[in-house]
């Protein structure tokens, strides 16, 4: 079974990231599997989450503010956050200190 | 166009709901769709953006910690929480604040 990402007690670090996609693939979808691949080798990576419909919605979890800072500015990553355009029609990234966490 | 949550300056708060269904229905469709209708007319909620694939990720934004308790506590919503071992066979909910926003 998929599940959740199996993260630490809090406080943690999230990047949750919205985005509408283009109509056009553009080497979207192996470049995003390779970016997660790539995040999840990164020092300070936790976890991550992912669903797309009409919106999607990844969430990253990280170690650090400084683990985030570091995968923001890795070469890999870089190239592909500057071809955004063509993948989204839209986008938000929001940095956020998880404070607490509770489920089943 | 669908688009992600219009949001203010951080910082402000995100709750990361995120889940695996069960398989079966249940009064889940009906529930979920009144439960957005009515957070999105609590006080302090700023927005809500959701996707669901193999997993679920359901992530609302309120102006503080104390408009996120609230909404934990009404009454409709406690009797929602009440049935989620029915819909869920795993959920996690992360509270967190959003300390930093960018995107187009």
């Known amino acids: 079974m998929v599940s959740p990402a199996q993260t630490p007690q809090p406080p ?3 990047v949750i990231f919205t985005s509408v996609r283009t ?3 553009n080497g979207y ?6 970016m997660v691949e790539l995040a999840s080798k990164q020092p300070g990576f936790l976890g991550v989450e ?8 990844t969430v990253s979890y990280w170690a ?8 923001k500015e890795d070469i890999t990553h870089l ?9 989204y029609q839209t986008f938000r990234v ?3 200190r998880v404070e607490r966490e509770y489920g089943f």
Chains 1, 2 share one sequence.
């Open 12 to 14: 943690y670090f999230a």
């Open 23 to 25: 109509d056009s693939d």
């Open 29 to 34: 979808g192996e470049t995003a599997k390779q």
């Open 50 to 57: 992912s669903a797309r419909q009409e919106i999607g919605i």
């Open 64 to 71: 650090s503010q400084e683990a985030i800072a570091a995968w």
């Open 79 to 87: 190239q592909a956050q500057g071809r955004a355009k063509e993948w």
């Open 94 to 96: 929001r940095v956020c």
